[in-house]
């Protein structure tokens, strides 16, 4: 005499039993996780730590790097939309990399018209540190020093350490 055919007791599932009264996904869920309804919160928290040190150390590519950051454009909030934009209370790297945003990199000094075989910084003029574009100035990295008094500090340092020797 032939058997009755049974479906999965989950609601609104239709597949044929497999055993336990369950079809063959929710019973490898149950036997899995626990639960039909798929991973446990616990279940979940504990692969993506799994997966995420699998990936320490690892380098990307150039490539996925790109398809990464291609992924993420019009999506990041730059700038004053940003929720960590900490607007004049910025740090020093954090001006200074501001500045090269607005600016570019620096390729001529404005003091000495130096233009090649050179370093060229970006000078704050008030030493205020502000996010105000008329308060820089395009420098080679002597003129900087000579106007930020760098020189005459570096020669006291150097002097008084050795006198104390």
């Known amino acids: 005499m032939p058997t009755a055919i049974t479906y999965c007791t989950v609601e609104s599932c239709e597949r044929r039993c497999h055993g336990h009264g369950h079809c063959l996904m929710h019973y490898k869920r149950l036997r899995t996780h626990g639960t039909t309804d798929g991973q446990s919160a616990e ?9 995420s040190q699998t990936l320490v150390g690892r380098k990307l590519t150039k490539e996925h790097k790109v398809n990464i950051a291609n992924g993420l454009v019009g999506k990041v909030a730059t700038g004053e939309k940003n929720g960590q934009w900490k607007g004049d ?12 945003e607005k600016l570019g990199t620096p390729s001529h000094c ?41 020189g005459l500090y570096m020669r006291n340092k150097t002097n008084n350490q050795a006198g104390a020797i």
């Not at 279940?43 to 997966?51: A, D, M, P, Q, V």
């Not at 209370?89 to 090269?100: A, T």
């Open 110 to 150: 404005e003091n000495c018209e130096a233009t090649e075989d050179v370093i060229f910084d970006w000078a704050n003029l008030s030493y205020e540190y502000k996010r105000d574009i008329s308060d820089w100035a395009r420098l080679c990295r002597r003129c900087h020093f000579l106007i930020d008094g760098v």
């Open 89 to 100: 209370n910025v740090g020093y790297p954090g001006v200074h990399k501001w500045v090269r």
């Open 43 to 51: 279940y979940k928290s504990e692969l993506n730590k799994r997966i």
